[in-house]
């Protein structure tokens, strides 16, 4: 039967990273993957996650079965990362699982969502990451999309996002980004999560938040502060949330999955269903990477180095922002890229054309995904003129 099986296409984003790795050029540079990379364009393991990882290897005492929740103390702190000090916490309201990374956690939240409304479509900004369209689809679910970015100012389209919020029935699920929009780096500002909430509240769908990016915009608590508005005054809630980029963890698949309902006797139905969602995917979550997190959150002097690091990386992707508007005035980049330093967190559009991606991967070795999305971590004092040089060659031609 293997013989019907038709070949797809190479995921948009892994595909471009296999490339970059048999790419032999020494000049070749990648903008591709969302990865953390530092000025010597590495991704070294943090070092709060190394001391956390010996501190396991020396008192882990068994390898028997998790829950299927995965790491409970994981769970919790997880829980308070995203939510904070939270009033529908404390009520037993929101229930978190562990999930492998946040792919695992929203492919938990799609099954979780058809076990609730198995008509329920979800609505997805126009641009997403291109993996939730895979991911929903494999759950049977309907996608849709809503406007959100605009290539011609490179800004938000919000006034027509809140004109098509506002046409969302009852039992659908609107998917929002957190923080550091992937693939546009565009965020809600508080207001404006305040007017889609209120929506949320009149045409009563339901939210599901994809927090991947926690810690890496304006801070740890102001990444938070869209969730935990909605949180407040929403009944209903799904976050996914992922420590692949915050702790770096990334091939260690550490994510959640949270659930908030209008009351904790309906919280404790709807983990069941959770859970069981869970057993039928992968019974439990690898454990490693989530205990790593948990001593690390549950140790001060380890959290208090953690929150410094992620610091150093969020400000040096901040002033990466400028450093490449100014980079590329200096080499003469046709075009206006100052939105650039306007926006959160790794990724920003170029708004070039396919074409021109084509040509500066062919002729550059430089990789930027289909979309123009750029990975700006991936930019450095040694890359960053022989970029702007090659953008300015052939955006001129
Ligand atoms: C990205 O968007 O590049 C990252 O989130 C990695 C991924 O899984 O696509």
């Not at 929740?69 to 229930?95: C, E, P, W, Y």
């Not at 450095?380 to 001129?396: E, P």
């Amino acid at each position: 039967m293997f013989e019907q099986l038709k070949p797809v296409p190479t995921d948009p984003i892994f595909g471009l990273m296999t490339e970059y790795k048999a790419d032999t050029n020494p000049k070749k540079v990648d903008l591709s993957v969302g990865v953390y990379k530092n000025e010597s364009g590495d991704t070294p393991v943090m070092r709060a996650v190394k001391k956390a990882e010996q501190q396991r290897l020396d008192t882990e005492t068994t390898k028997s079965y998790l829950g299927l929740a995965g790491d409970v103390q994981f769970n919790d702190l997880m829980t308070s990362l995203v939510f904070g000090d939270h009033d529908a916490v404390k009520a037993g309201r929101i229930k978190t699982a562990q999930t492998p990374g946040g792919t695992g956690s929203l492919r938990v939240a799609a099954e979780f969502i058809k076990r609730s409304n198995p008509n329920a479509t979800i609505w997805v900004t126009n641009p997403t990451w291109a993996n939730h369209f895979s991911i929903f689809g494999a759950a049977g679910l309907t996608t849709n999309e809503f406007p959100y970015f605009d290539f011609d100012t490179m800004g938000l389209k919000f006034e027509e996002m809140v004109a098509s919020l506002n046409t969302i029935p009852e039992g659908d699920v609107v998917l929002l980004h957190a923080c550091c929009h992937n693939p546009s780096g565009m965020d809600l500002t508080i207001e404006q999560w305040q007017i889609v909430a209120d929506i949320a509240k009149k045409q009563k769908f339901t939210f599901l938040i994809d927090s991947a990016y926690q810690g890496f915009g304006e801070g740890l608590d102001e990444d938070a502060a869209g969730v935990r508005l909605l949180a407040s005054q929403l009944d209903e809630l799904l976050v996914s949330a992922s420590c692949s980029k915050n702790f770096g963890l990334y091939r260690d698949r550490v994510g959640t999955f949270s659930v908030m309902t209008a009351t904790s006797a309906q919280a404790d139905i709807a983990y069941s269903v959770a859970l069981n969602v869970i057993r039928a995917i992968y019974s439990m979550p690898p454990a490693h990477g989530a205990a790593v997190v948990a001593h690390i959150l549950s140790t001060p002097e380890l959290k208090a180095l953690w929150e410094q690091e992620l610091t150093e990386k969020r400000t040096r992707i901040n002033g990466l922002r400028s450093f490449i508007v100014e980079k590329f005035k200096e080499h003469n980049v046709p075009g206006n890229f100052d939105f650039i330093a306007k926006q959160n967190g790794m990724f920003s559009f170029l708004g070039i054309s396919k074409e021109a991606i084509q040509i500066l991967k062919d002729e550059y070795s430089i990789y930027i995904v289909g979309s123009s999305r750029i990975n700006v971590a991936g930019v450095n004092n040694n890359n960053a003129d022989y970029l702007a040089k090659a953008l300015a060659d052939v955006l001129s031609r």
